[in-house]
């Protein structure tokens, strides 16, 4: 199961600083794992400042982030099931 985590500085001397942890069903080509660092750090592009940063596989996700994730994840499963029996089905 590959995560991978980007990393992207930006602003004036890349004083902002942000990271994602992503999952992909599959190994990400290094095209690939481009265009997902690319989607990404297109948020952060103001347009006068670059974006800099990487986008590394990681072995297994940081603690805090899976007990993050797995909250984030149980709330949207709860929602889920909320709007199906609000539509009925």
Known sequence: ???YKIDVSCGPGHMSHSVEYI????PLTAGA???????YARQWDDGENSVVGEIKRVRRLPQDVRKQKILEY?????????ML???GV
């Open 1 to 3: 199961m590959p995560w």
């Open 85 to 87: 029996r609000v539509l």
């Open 23 to 26: 999952y992909s069903d599959t």
């Open 74 to 82: 149980r709330r949207q499963g709860e929602n889920a099931l909320y």
């Open 33 to 39: 794992q481009k265009d997902e660092f690319h989607r």
